[in-house]
């Protein structure tokens, strides 16, 4: 039996990159799919359902409360539910960098996208969860919220910390309702939002000689995990934070 059978996910920023793997595969194992974003997702809806699968797209803006409450109202009125939200959107600004140099702009866009779209998120689909009596919430964190990043980024750092307490007390508060909320934590993946950081040898160098495995994460292998937290799988696990990040958090040191 597919592992998500029946159970309607929303996935945030699921056009591209991460979100739009997640997307298939959550898709493959049964899920129907709100394909939520900016740009335009229907190639992505597109590709799900000529593999055989259900989704469909709205635009989609996380920072909006207004926006917040058609995309569940659109994943209610499609697909008659709200069982997995997988709040996957988030940014990592160029001029991200050191508490001194970092822009107030390029701070503020980044918790706002990062940590009050998470938060609406869960504003807007936890009562309909309530109501279902069940739901589960994957909230994409970092590796970042449990240490400090080699390459210097301020802003993204604190949010992903922020997602991560905040994921931890929403577990908390909905534990006896049947709401489980974890968080993922990658490592570095090598998608378009982290080529457009790391831009230039010394700072991909930089992250890479601090990885004992040696490489990059592949989207599918963060798609595994976040599959995984959004299955009955994961039944008896809430308020925890996934880790996949090919060692990072075990050893940051150059391995020999």
Same mark, same amino acid.
């Given at each position: 039996?597919?592992?998500?059978?029946?159970?309607?996910?929303?996935?945030?920023?699921?056009?591209?990159? %991460?979100?739009?793997?997640?997307? +298939?595969? #959550? @898709?493959?194992?049964?899920?129907?799919?709100?394909?939520?974003? +900016?740009?335009?997702?229907?190639?992505?809806?597109? =590709?799900?359902?000529?593999?055989?699968?259900?989704?469909?797209?709205?635009?989609? !803006?996380?920072?909006?409360?207004?926006?917040?409450?058609?995309?569940?109202?659109?994943?209610?009125?499609? #697909? /008659?539910?709200?069982?997995?939200?997988?709040?996957?959107?988030?940014?990592?600004?160029? =001029?991200?960098?050191? &508490?001194?140099?970092?822009?107030?702009?390029?701070?503020?866009?980044?918790?706002?996208?990062?940590?009050? /779209?998470?938060?609406? /998120?869960?504003?807007?689909?936890? &009562?309909?969860?309530?109501?279902?009596?069940?739901?589960?919430?994957?909230?994409?964190?970092? #590796? *970042?919220?449990?240490?400090?990043?080699?390459?210097?980024?301020?802003?993204?750092?604190?949010?992903?910390?922020?997602? %991560?307490?905040?994921?931890?007390?929403?577990?908390?508060?909905?534990?006896?309702?049947?709401?489980? @909320?974890?968080?993922?934590?990658?490592?570095?993946?090598?998608?378009? %939002?982290?080529?457009? #950081?790391?831009?230039? !040898?010394?700072?991909?160098?930089?992250? %890479?000689?601090?990885?004992?495995?040696?490489?990059? /994460? =592949? &989207? =599918?292998?963060?798609?595994?995990?976040?599959?995984?937290?959004?299955?009955?799988?994961?039944?008896?696990?809430?308020?925890?934070? +996934?880790?996949?990040?090919?060692?990072?958090?075990? @050893?940051? *040191?150059? &391995?020999?």
């Amino acid at each position: 039996m597919a592992r998500l059978s029946g159970k309607v996910t929303i996935i945030t920023g699921a056009a591209g990159g %991460l979100g739009r793997v997640a997307a +298939l595969q #959550f @898709a493959r194992e049964g899920s129907h799919i709100v394909v939520s974003d +900016l740009i335009d997702g229907q190639s992505a809806v597109d =590709e799900i359902k000529s593999a055989g699968g259900s989704a469909a797209y709205i635009h989609a !803006d996380v920072t909006s409360e207004d926006s917040w409450k058609e995309v569940v109202g659109f994943a209610n009125s499609t #697909f /008659g539910s709200v069982d997995v939200l997988y709040n996957n959107a988030g940014v990592m600004l160029g =001029e991200d960098d050191n &508490p001194v140099t970092t822009p107030m702009s390029v701070y503020e866009r980044t918790m706002d996208i990062n940590v009050k /779209g998470v938060l609406l /998120g869960c504003k807007y689909a936890i &009562p309909h969860m309530i109501e279902q009596g069940k739901g589960t919430i994957v909230n994409v964190a970092s #590796f *970042v919220a449990h240490m400090g990043a080699a390459t210097p980024q301020i802003a993204y750092t604190a949010s992903k910390g922020a997602v %991560l307490a905040m994921t931890r007390e929403i577990a908390v508060i909905y534990a006896r309702k049947g709401i489980r @909320a974890n968080a993922l934590c990658p490592g570095p993946v090598m998608t378009p %939002l982290l080529a457009a #950081f790391l831009d230039n !040898d010394a700072k991909r160098n930089r992250r %890479l000689v601090h990885i004992p495995m040696g490489r990059f /994460g =592949e &989207p =599918e292998e963060i798609a595994n995990g976040a599959l995984f937290l959004a299955s009955d799988e994961s039944s008896w696990m809430t308020g925890q934070s +996934l880790i996949i990040d090919g060692g990072i958090t075990a @050893a940051y *040191v150059t &391995p020999e």
